[in-house]
């Protein structure tokens, strides 16, 4: 399972290029989306290429590939005008092929989620993690700040979050690629 990840795009039409560019050269099996694909908030600067109606026509043109969470600054509109689910608190996948890296055994959840529910702690995102079994991993948002470390609570849990797209808050936008059981970060230039 190939997987590329991102968040936290914040309407961001240039970055949210850049990161259509990455997709079509990964072809990735799908595209995890952890929030906040739209607007800015009220805690953020407005993105100097801030352009939502074009960060819409982007991620809707490879819709059918895209499994999504909803980040907080996600709203009912926000739905309206995006061709795939957006609202979840979280969501899951399995990944068949990978070997837990604590167990030895076949297959792997992947629990995704933005950050401010459900979260490891790390940075700024909510101190509430889920009950995932060893091996899993949580891929999370929010922070803007990238992350692949061992959960603190639950060292048998891999927490994962590819930074920002278009505000990042560690100096540089970046996603994420899941791959062979593995995830590591890619800069977007």
Known sequence: MKLLI???????ASWC?????AIDERQPDRVVLLGDLLYHGPRND????YAPKE???????IADSIVAVRGN????????????????????LWDP????PHTGSTGREL???????????IHNSVDRMPTLPAGAAIAYGHTHK???EKSAANPAVWCFNPGSVGIPKDGTHSYGLYQDGRFKHILLQ
């Open 6 to 12: 991102a968040s936290d795009i914040h309407g961001a």
């Open 146 to 148: 990238k992350v692949s």
């Open 97 to 100: 092929d990978a070997t837990n």
């Open 46 to 49: 407005l993105p100097a290429d």
């Open 55 to 61: 960060v819409i026509a982007m991620l809707n043109g």
């Open 111 to 121: 629990f995704l989620t933005h950050g401010h529910i459900w979260g490891p702690g």
């Open 73 to 92: 600054c996600e709203a009912e509109v926000d739905q309206m005008v995006l061709d795939f689910p957006c609202m979840a608190d979280y969501n899951t």
């Open 17 to 21: 290029g850049k990161l259509m560019q």
